[in-house]
């Protein structure tokens, strides 16, 4: 009887490690960076035969029994698409209010909004917003075209990327598939088990494999979001900040544009030390250092007096 009870132990945590080595295999790799290329199809297949239904009742899967319960998937393409835009507007706090509102109406949301003060090369402070917002994929190009009615010029800046997440997603969900047939066959043998060692040592390899589960199906969660719905980055900026140096009716273009605003910014800071010196630094002055002044007159003029006072004596002579 003990025999008997060695030999099931035996194979049960023969089983238990072929079990660990199919799920090793389905275990997913280190952080990935955002749309990393596709996992190679060995990384999810078994890489080794499992054993046939044991004697002792311990069912577990094959690998053929694995492959057949992935069924091919024939799923849609799924392109993640995003944009950004870089425009001239008059009222970048305006603009920013109705690309919010616009992304609630379609549906999607803001991600984040930021409204600044940006100084030119003038000295001039203009205001400044940029916003992030989401709107249904099928939805961009519309979204588009009513952010550029938001300018009357032609827009700075435009970028549309697409990627293509199609493959990743769907090793993925072959991926999940497998560790799913993985826990089935772990919960059935942990409901056949009856020793409480092999009990600890098969929900141990379970909650690992549902660790797995959650994980992949929270990768699966964000690629299908960020292909369901687009990004939009858009920056506004004040006219004031792209309209041209302008002399009369001749608009400098290149190095004599810098020059002559380097020049006007010359003149502007020669004014603004003129000014500086009459209105602040030479009353200064003349407050700090008239009492000094008075006062050392004042005992300069009382000795020069005190000497045209005293009269000259007359020398004497000698017989």
């Known amino acids: ?54 004697k002792a009742g311990y069912g577990v899967l094959s690998t053929g029994d694995v492959a057949s319960n992935v069924e091919p998937i024939d799923a849609e393409r799924m ?25 609630e109406g379609m549906g999607g949301f803001v991600v984040s909004a930021n409204v600044y003060q940006m100084t030119l090369s003038s000295g001039v402070e203009v205001p400044r917003a940029s916003i992030t917002i ?18 009357r010029q032609p827009v700075i800046s435009e970028n549309i990327t697409s990627q293509d997440i199609t493959a990743t997603y769907t090793n993925l969900e072959a991926r999940l598939r497998n560790l799913e047939a993985a826990e089935k066959q772990l919960q059935g043998i942990m409901e056949k088990a009856t020793r409480t060692q092999d009990v600890l040592d098969v929900f141990n390899q379970l909650t690992q494999v549902r660790e ?13 979001e960020s292909a369901a719905l687009s990004a939009i980055s858009v920056e506004l900026m004040a006219n004031a900040a792209v309209q041209p140096l302008t002399i009369g009716r001749w608009q400098p273009v290149g ?33 700090v250092l008239a009492p000094p002044y008075l006062v050392v007159r004042f005992f300069l003029r009382r000795r020069a007096k005190r000497r045209a006072m005293v009269k000259p004596g007359t020398p004497t002579e000698q017989a």
Do not use: H
């Open 134 to 151: 989401r709107v249904p994929a099928e939805k961009l190009i519309e979204a588009l075209a009513q952010i550029r009615a938001e300018t």
């Open 79 to 103: 392109v993640v698409k995003n944009a950004s835009l870089t425009m001239a507007v008059d009222d970048p706090q305006a603009s920013l209010d109705r690309i919010a509102r616009l992304a």
């Open 255 to 287: 190095v004599a544009k810098d020059a002559l605003q380097a020049l006007i910014n010359t003149l502007r800071v020669l004014v603004n030390i003129a000014i500086w010196l009459v209105l602040m630094v030479i009353p200064v002055l003349v407050i």
């Open 212 to 224: 797995q589960i959650e994980v992949i199906k929270g990768q699966m969660k964000y690629y299908a």
């Open 1 to 54: 009887m003990a025999n008997k009870e060695s030999n099931m132990t035996t194979r049960l945590f023969a089983m238990i490690g072929l079990l660990a080595v199919l799920v090793a295999g389905c275990a997913p790799k280190a952080a990935a960076p955002e749309y990393a290329a596709p996992y190679e199809a060995d990384s999810f297949a078994p890489s080794v035969g499992l054993v046939e239904e044991s």
